[in-house]
C-alpha cells in the first residue's frame, strides 16, 4: 500500500445553495382533501386493447396522513395504466417529486407533457417494497411525442402522470402520495458551490492538437500554442476530453496573449452533442481573461447529436480552438494559464473518488484517486476491502486519510491474485456520518491467445470488435489484429464492421478499399465473419434527397460486387429512427427498397439486414413494413438499463413476428448493437456488467428467435472515465486489458460453442436455467438467479466422471454436498455453468434456504431467515454483516429456522451490499453471500 499527494491548484467554495434541504413546493397533493382529487384521470392504455384498472383515493397505505392514491391494474391484455393530474399552467417547475410504494415487480414510467404540447417519458425499477421517494428532472427523456417533437421540453409541466407497465405480475397495485412540482432542477437543492480549475495545461495532461484546414507549422508544447494559418486553416486549436464535477454555472479562461487579434472558442461535449462559443480576443499582449456563463448554455452554438441544445452531465472540456479573423495575421501565439469553472456540486460528489485495477505479476494492483470539493478539510478515513467473484471477502482495511481542498490523493493495495482469474476491490471514504463511494475497481487475468480460427457463420456469438476504428498504420493494424485475436480467443465469430461511405469512396467513381480489404483479411484470418454496417453520407452527394438515395444505393452495389465472396450480410444504416438519420422517418423506407434492390443485384444470395433501431421501435418498423421496404433480417438495438430475462426474451419473440416474413412466420431478429457502460457515478460496476453482457447473450439465445447478438463494444471507445461512451467495452481502450465483461463473453461463447438450446430446465421460482448440447454428447446446463442471492439444491449426474462447474469468470467450482445433493450458491445475477457428458440436472429437495427482503432503506432492519431440512447443517452458523452494521439478534433458534435481525447504519450508502453465511455443511464449509440492495434517500431519475 502506498499513498501519494498531488497538488491539484486552488480549490475555492462557496457557500451551499440551499444546504441538503428540500425547496417550497409550487405544487403538492398527498391526497388528504377529496376535492382535489377531481385533477387526476385514469387511462388503461386504449392504443394497446385489454388493460383495466382505476386510479382511486385509498387508505391502506400512506406515506404522510390518511390517504394515497391507488394504481391498480389487471392485465389480461393491453401494456399499460396512467394515473395523471393537470397542473395548473404558468407555476415554475424544475422537478418533480413523490413518493411509491411499489410491491409488484413491474416497471414504472413517468409521462409528463410540457407546456406546448408535447410529451416525454422515461422509465424505471426497482424492488423495494416500502415508500420510496422519487425525483423526476425534466431532461434525459426516453421517448417524446406531440407538440414540437423534438425533444426539446417547454416551459413547464401541464400533465404528470405515473404509468405501471405489463411487465411483471398481471394483477396487483403500486400507491402513490405526496406529489410534488419544484422549481430549479432536480439535485439543486442538496448542492454546493465550488470553483475549480479543470485543467492545469501541464506537460501531463493529453493534448493534440485539432486545425480546421492545413495547420502547416502549428505545434502544441505545454502550455504554449502555436497556430500557423498560413496555409489555409481557418482555426487551430488543442483538443482533449476531461469531465467536470457537477453543474458548470460559468467558466474562466486565463492566458497569455500575442495580441494577435483572432478570436479564442471552448468546446464542450454533451453525449453525442457539441457545445461551443467564442468568449474571446487577443486583441491586446499579456495576460487576458476571458469569463462565459454556462448553466443551460444558453448562447451557446450546439451541433451534432441529439442536437436539441439540452446539456447532459457530466459536460467534457473536448478543445480550446483560436478562430481566425480574416483581416488577422498569419499566425497566433497563445500561452494558456487556467480554466476553471464554478459548479454546483451534488453533497454526494463532495468527495470524489476514482479507482482504477489491474492484474500484474500474479498481482491484484487497485488505485484509487480522491479529490475533495467540499468547503473546509475532511478529516476522513479511506476503507477498502478486496473480494473475489463468489462475492467473499479476502482482505480488508482502513487508513485516517485527511483531505484538503484542491489536494488530490492516491492509495494503492495490491493483493495477490492466487489462482484466482478476478479481484475486485471497494473503496470508500468516511467523514463523520457522511459516505462517498462506494466505488470499485477489478484486476483480471487475461486469457491466453488461441482461437478456433474456423469460420461458423451458424454461431449466434458476435461482438462489435470494430476493426474499422484502428488507424491505417503499421501500430493501427497491428492493435487491429490483437483485438481480433482477442476476441476470437473469446468464442467470438461475427463482429459488426462499418463500411464507411465517405472513407471508400471519397469522391464520386473513386475509390480506396485497401484498409477494407485488409481489415476483412484480418476478421477472418481468426475465424470472424463480418457483416457490414453501410453506413451514412458521402460529403459529395445530396443527403436526404432522391438523388442522394440514388447515390447510395451505386455505391451499395459496388461495395458488395467487390466483397461478395467474402461477406454475405449487409445492413442498411445505424439507428435511423433517432438522430443518427436527420431526414424525414418515411425516407429511410425509400433508401432501404433502393439499397435492397442494389445489394441483391450485386449477390443474389446475400441477406439484408433492415430497420436496425435504437430501442425496439415497434412504430418505426410497422412503418418500414407498411411503406413495403424489404429486408431479410431484422435488426435492434435493445438498449435497456436493467433486464427482465423473460419480459426480454418475450419483447424478441413479439418483434420477430411483427417483422414476419410473407409466410406468417417469424423473421430472424438480430442484436446489432446492446450493452451498459461502466462510467463512474452513473454507469454499472465492471463486475455487474460481466453479468449483465452474459445475461444478455443467454436470454437472447434462450428466446427462440432466429438470432445473433453482438455486444457494444469490445475495445472501450476513449479513456474518459466520466463518459459513458467511453465505458461500454470489455477490453480497456489504450492496453486492450481485459475487463470482467471480456472473460464473461469468453466462458459464454466458449462453453456453449456448438452446443444448440435443449431445453429449460424447471428449478424453481425465481431461478432461470437452461440446457445446451445434444442428448448423446457434451452438455452444459446455465443456471443462475437474476435478482436475488440464492442457494439451489441439484441432482446432478452424467455418464463419465464428474460433472465441471465453472463461474461466469471460467474459474472452477467446487459445490458442498449432502444427502446426495449439490448445493450451489448463485450471487445475484450471475451465471454459473455445469458442463458432462450426457449431463442432467434436476431439482433436489431443498435441504438448506435463506430468505431476506431484496432492498432496504438506511436505518431500518433486515431479517435473514435460514430454513434447513434432515439437518446438514453439521456446525456453526454465522452471518457476517458489513461493517457498520449489525447484528441485533436472533430470534427462533432452533434446528430447522434460524432468524438473523440486522440493523442497516442510517448513513448507509446506496448499492448493493453483502453479508456472508458461513456454515458447516456435510464436513465442508458452506459459505454464501447474502445481498440487499439499499435504496437511496431519494431515487433520481
Given at each position: 500500500m502506498k499513498l501519494v499527494?498531488?497538488?491539484?491548484?486552488?480549490?475555492?467554495?462557496?457557500?451551499?445553495?440551499?444546504?441538503r434541504t428540500d425547496m417550497q413546493a409550487v405544487f403538492q397533493d398527498g391526497f388528504e382533501e377529496e376535492a382535489a382529487f377531481s385533477a387526476w384521470g385514469f387511462s388503461n392504455g386504449p392504443e394497446f386493447p385489454g388493460a383495466a384498472g382505476a386510479f382511486e383515493r385509498s387508505a391502506e397505505h400512506a406515506h404522510t396522513g390518511r390517504f394515497s392514491g391507488k394504481l391498480s391494474f389487471d392485465f389480461k391484455g393491453?401494456?399499460?395504466?396512467?394515473?395523471?393530474?393537470?397542473?395548473?399552467?404558468?407555476?415554475d417547475i424544475g422537478h418533480v417529486r413523490f413518493w411509491l410504494k411499489k410491491t409488484v415487480p413491474n416497471r414504472i414510467t413517468v409521462r409528463v407533457t410540457d407546456s406546448e404540447g408535447q410529451t416525454f417519458q422515461k422509465s424505471f425499477d426497482y424492488s423495494y417494497d416500502g415508500w420510496q421517494e422519487v425525483s423526476v428532472s425534466l431532461d434525459s427523456w426516453a421517448a417524446h411525442w406531440g407538440g414540437a417533437n423534438d425533444g426539446v421540453f417547454r416551459g413547464s409541466p401541464v400533465i404528470f402522470g405515473v404509468i405501471v407497465e405489463n411487465t411483471g405480475v398481471p394483477e396487483?397495485?403500486?400507491?402513490?402520495?405526496d406529489v410534488r412540482a419544484l422549481p430549479g432542477p432536480a439535485g439543486e437543492a442538496g448542492s454546493f458551490k465550488a470553483v475549480y480549475p479543470v485543467v492545469r495545461f501541464g506537460g501531463d495532461e493529453r493534448w493534440g492538437v485539432t486545425s480546421g484546414g492545413d495547420a502547416g507549422g502549428s505545434r502544441w508544447h505545454s502550455p504554449e500554442l502555436y497556430c500557423d494559418f498560413s496555409r489555409g486553416a481557418t482555426a487551430v486549436g488543442i483538443e482533449t476530453d476531461v469531465a467536470m464535477n457537477g453543474r458548470p454555472q460559468s467558466l474562466k479562461l486565463r492566458l497569455r496573449s500575442d495580441g494577435s487579434g483572432h478570436e479564442v472558442r471552448v468546446r464542450f461535449g454533451s453525449h453525442f452533442q457539441t457545445f461551443d462559443r467564442v468568449v474571446g480576443r487577443l486583441d491586446r499582449e499579456g495576460v487576458l481573461e476571458f469569463t462565459a456563463p454556462m448553466g443551460a448554455m444558453k448562447g451557446w452554438r450546439f451541433y451534432g447529436g441529439e442536437n436539441d441544445g439540452i446539456p447532459q452531465y457530466p459536460l467534457r472540456l473536448t478543445g480550446i480552438i483560436v478562430d481566425r479573423r480574416e483581416d488577422g495575421p498569419q499566425s497566433a501565439t497563445v500561452a494558456f494559464e487556467s480554466l476553471e469553472v464554478e459548479t454546483l456540486v451534488p453533497w454526494e460528489l463532495g468527495v470524489i473518488l476514482e479507482p482504477s485495477g489491474r492484474a500484474v505479476f500474479r498481482n491484484g494492483v487497485f488505485k484509487v484517486r480522491l479529490m475533495s470539493f467540499l468547503p473546509a478539510k475532511a478529516d476522513g478515513t479511506l476503507h477498502w476491502a478486496v473480494y473475489d467473484w463468489a462475492g467473499l471477502p479476502v482482505r480488508s482495511g482502513s487508513k485516517p486519510l485527511p483531505l484538503e481542498p484542491g489536494i488530490c490523493n492516491e492509495f494503492e493495495v495490491t493483493e495477490p491474485m492466487a489462482g484466482r482469474s478476478f479481484l475486485e476491490c471497494r473503496f470508500e471514504y468516511r467523514v463523520g456520518d457522511d459516505v462517498y463511494g462506494p466505488l470499485t475497481a477489478t484486476a483480471v487475468v487475461p486469457l491466453r491467445l488461441e482461437a478456433d480460427t474456423k469460420l461458423d457463420p451458424s454461431s449466434p456469438f458476435g461482438m462489435g470488435i470494430y476493426l474499422y476504428r484502428y488507424?491505417?498504420?503499421?501500430?493501427?493494424?497491428?492493435?487491429?489484429?490483437?483485438?481480433?485475436?482477442?476476441?476470437?480467443?473469446a468464442g467470438v465469430k461475427w463482429s459488426r464492421e462499418e463500411f464507411q461511405w465517405h472513407r471508400i469512396e471519397w469522391d464520386r467513381g473513386k475509390f480506396a478499399w485497401d484498409f477494407y480489404d485488409r481489415l476483412i483479411e484480418t476478421a477472418h484470418r481468426h475465424g470472424i465473419s463480418v457483416y457490414g454496417l453501410i453506413a451514412y453520407w458521402s460529403s459529395w452527394t445530396r443527403p436526404y434527397t432522391q438523388e442522394g438515395i440514388e447515390d447510395y444505393a451505386r455505391f451499395c452495389k459496388a461495395l458488395v460486387t467487390r466483397y461478395r465472396d467474402r461477406i454475405k450480410h449487409w445492413e442498411v444504416w445505424n439507428e435511423p429512427n433517432i438522430f443518427f438519420w436527420s431526414g424525414p422517418k418515411e425516407m429511410y423506407a425509400d433508401l432501404l427498397k433502393a439499397?435492397?434492390?442494389?445489394?441483391k443485384e450485386a449477390d443474389p444470395e446475400a441477406y439484408v439486414l433492415g430497420c436496425s433501431t435504437a430501442g425496439i421501435d415497434s412504430g418505426f418498423i410497422q412503418m418500414v413494413l407498411d411503406a413495403g421496404a424489404p429486408f431479410d433480417i431484422l435488426t435492434i438495438h435493445p438498449y435497456r438499463g436493467s433486464l427482465n430475462e423473460r419480459g426480454f426474451m418475450k419483447e424478441l419473440q413479439d418483434v420477430a413476428m411483427l417483422a414476419g416474413s410473407r409466410d406468417g412466420q417469424p423473421r430472424p431478429a438480430w442484436i446489432t448493437e446492446m450493452g451498459l457502460p461502466t462510467q463512474l457515478y452513473g454507469g454499472l460496476s465492471e463486475r455487474n456488467q460481466a453479468n449483465f453482457l452474459a445475461r444478455c447473450y443467454l436470454s437472447a439465445v434462450a428466446s427462440g428467435v432466429d438470432t445473433n447478438i453482438s455486444w457494444y463494444n469490445f475495445r472501450e471507445d476513449g479513456e474518459n472515465r466520466y463518459y459513458n461512451e467511453h465505458n461500454f467495452g470489455v477490453v480497456r481502450h489504450a492496453d486492450l486489458a481485459p475487463k470482467p465483461g471480456y472473460r464473461a463473453l469468453a466462458t459464454v461463447c466458449r462453453t456453449l460453442a456448438g452446443k444448440p438450446l435443449n431445453g429449460e430446465l424447471k428449478l424453481g421460482e425465481g431461478i432461470l436455467g437452461f440446457i445446451y448440447g445434444k442428448d448423446s454428447g457434451e452438455r452444459t446446463a446455465v443456471i443462475w438467479s437474476p435478482m436475488q442471492d440464492a442457494l439451489v439444491t441439484l441432482e446432478v449426474s452424467s455418464s463419465s466422471g464428474t460433472p465441471v462447474v465453472r463461474d461466469l469468470m471460467g474459474d472452477a467450482v467446487r459445490p458442498v454436498q449432502a444427502r446426495g445433493c449439490w448445493l450451489l450458491p448463485l450471487a445475484a445475477g450471475s451465471p454459473v455453468f455445469i458442463t458432462g457428458q450426457k449431463l442432467e440436472v434436476k431439482p433436489g429437495r431443498p435441504l438448506l434456504s435463506v430468505e431476506t427482503r431484496g432492498a432496504v432503506r438506511p436505518g431500518e432492519d433486515v431479517e435473514v431467515i435460514v430454513r434447513q431440512s434432515g439437518a446438514p447443517v453439521t456446525g456453526a452458523m454465522n452471518l457476517l454483516p458489513p461493517t457498520g452494521w449489525t447484528v441485533s439478534g436472533v430470534r427462533g433458534d432452533t434446528p430447522a429456522r434460524r432468524s438473523f435481525v440486522v440493523r442497516i447504519p442510517e448513513n448507509e450508502t446506496r448499492g448493493r451490499k453483502e453479508?456472508?453465511?458461513?456454515?458447516?455443511?456435510g464436513g465442508s464449509q458452506l459459505a454464501l453471500p447474502v445481498g440487499v440492495e439499499v435504496m437511496p434517500a431519494v431515487l433520481e431519475i
Open positions: 499527494q498531488l497538488l491539484l491548484g486552488a480549490l475555492v467554495l462557496a457557500a451551499p445553495v440551499s444546504g393491453g401494456n399499460y395504466v396512467h394515473a395523471f393530474v393537470h397542473m395548473p399552467r404558468g407555476l396487483g397495485a403500486v400507491y402513490i402520495d488507424p491505417g498504420t503499421p501500430e493501427g493494424y497491428a492493435m487491429m489484429d490483437r483485438a481480433a485475436a482477442m476476441a476470437a480467443t439499397a435492397y434492390a442494389a445489394i453479508m456472508l453465511l458461513k456454515a458447516d455443511v
